[in-house]
């Protein structure tokens, strides 16, 4: 078996997320591409009728307060990496995932705040002139990273 595949994890998580549906459609696909994790930063999961496979029983999910309590939680070794709408992000296209990272999705209305940006290793974006749904965002990540892309 590969080593690198064993050493490799990932989860995703939003931040401030604003509608539990949006939550719900994530950990589902979070489920489908293998993450290993899932959270939430600020506001909690609620269970949600499109999160048909009951993913917060299947896969760990963590859940903290604040991004300074996340962050601090980070597991070692593991890349931040943000998903946002901004002239410094690197074109999904072109992205070397990390084999070890964290995927960090911003609020559907505001996007991540300027402090998790700043702290993110790591910026993504689309090539799309307007961001996307956050659910579709993430979950268009996870199957870039599932296309066996080389990882960093």
């Known amino acids: 078996m590969n080593d690198n595949f064993i050493n ?17 459609m994530l950990w589902r696909s979070a489920q489908n591409f293998g993450a290993s994790f899932i959270f939430t930063i600020g506001k909690r999961y609620a269970k949600q009728a499109c999160d048909t496979h009951n993913a917060v029983k299947a896969i760990p999910y963590f859940h903290y307060d604040t991004f300074e309590a996340f962050y601090e939680n980070l597991p070692k070794g ?3 990496v943000g998903v946002e709408l901004d002239d ?12 070890r ?3 960090l999705l ?25 961001s996307l749904n956050v659910s579709v ?8 990273r599932s296309l066996n892309k080389r990882r960093s």
């Open 106 to 130: 911003g609020a559907e209305d505001h996007g991540l705040t300027k402090k998790a940006m700043e702290k993110c290793h790591s910026l993504v974006k689309f090539n799309t002139e307007k």
């Open 8 to 24: 490799e994890f990932f989860g995703i998580g939003i931040q401030n997320g604003k509608t539990p549906e949006n939550l719900g």
């Open 88 to 99: 410094s992000a690197t074109d999904l296209e072109t992205f070397h995932h990390p084999q």
């Open 78 to 80: 593991a890349r931040l």
């Open 101 to 103: 990272c964290v995927y």
């Open 137 to 144: 965002a993430g979950s268009i990540v996870l199957y870039d």
